[in-house]
């Protein structure tokens, strides 16, 4: 029986930014569901101060919607998602980004949901937490001003990080355009970033969190490596994968690798199509 496939978003993002990517898989013959995390989607918060002309003072103090979401929020939507799809039959479940640490947490929590777990340039964390990773030197070469350029509110005050995707600050455009889509055209980079959404919430999970040997070590998993990533490096990926294949080794990660940046599988989503559509036929 043909899985479906259950996509999972990174930080900032939604469902949206998959649909190019569903109508591939659709056209390979596979079903997919994209999920909207809590407070992403039509459930997140677009303050009017966020529209032109933008109020600074309002968009640093106006309360989000996303405020007091946890990874447990997140992983248990999903699991919501993922117990209506097995009902048809198996599943590969597929993170982006920030979107893997919650796929972990449902892997851990949930293994039987899960015939594969595949990241595509996500976080996996094993040895570490999540944020204590961005101190490794394998994310010495990512710029933190590329996101903070951005950021509008204190996040202690508004419970939440917020960024003015809507900037027109040349410094900052450039900024977000090489870490997330520096291979991309101009107008796809400023395409992507309109569908992007100003909030995100703040939890990214504790050692609680990190992969389990007994539940998420259990899942048949892929990492797609994504080798022309500056978000995310190549080396901080292969980190990733060797931790997990040393938790599990008898259950090691199948690897693939796209040449792409953070972004542009999803903006030219037929190589990963592919790929995914491959993994189709090795679900336990």
Sequence with gaps: MSPTFVLVHGAFANSFSFAP????LALLGHRSAAVDLPGHGFEATYPAAYQAPQDPAGLATTPGSIKGVTLADNAARVIETLERAKQRGPVILVGHSRGGATITAVGNARPDLVDRIVYVSAWAPVDLDVG???????????????L????????????????????????????????FLADGTDDEFLTFLNTFQPDENLDMGT???RAQ??????????YVRLSADTSI??????????EGDA?????????????????LWLVRPRPAAEVLAGLAGLSR
């Design 233 to 242: 490096p190549p080396a901080m990926q292969d980190r990733m994968i060797r």
């Design 132 to 146: 204590d990773y961005y101190a490794e030197p394998e994310m010495a070469s990512v710029d933190p001003m590329a």
């Design 247 to 263: 938790l599990t080794p008898d259950n090691p990660y199948d690897v693939h690798t796209l040449t792409s940046s953070h972004l």
């Design 207 to 209: 050692s609680a969190d």
């Design 21 to 24: 990517l569903q109508a591939e």
């Design 148 to 179: 903070a350029g951005a950021m509008v509110a204190d996040p202690a005050a508004v419970g939440l990080l917020r960024s003015n995707f809507r900037t027109a600050d040349p410094a900052v455009l450039a900024g977000f355009k090489e870490a």
């Design 213 to 222: 040997a007994k539940t998420w070590g259990t899942i048949p998993r892929t």
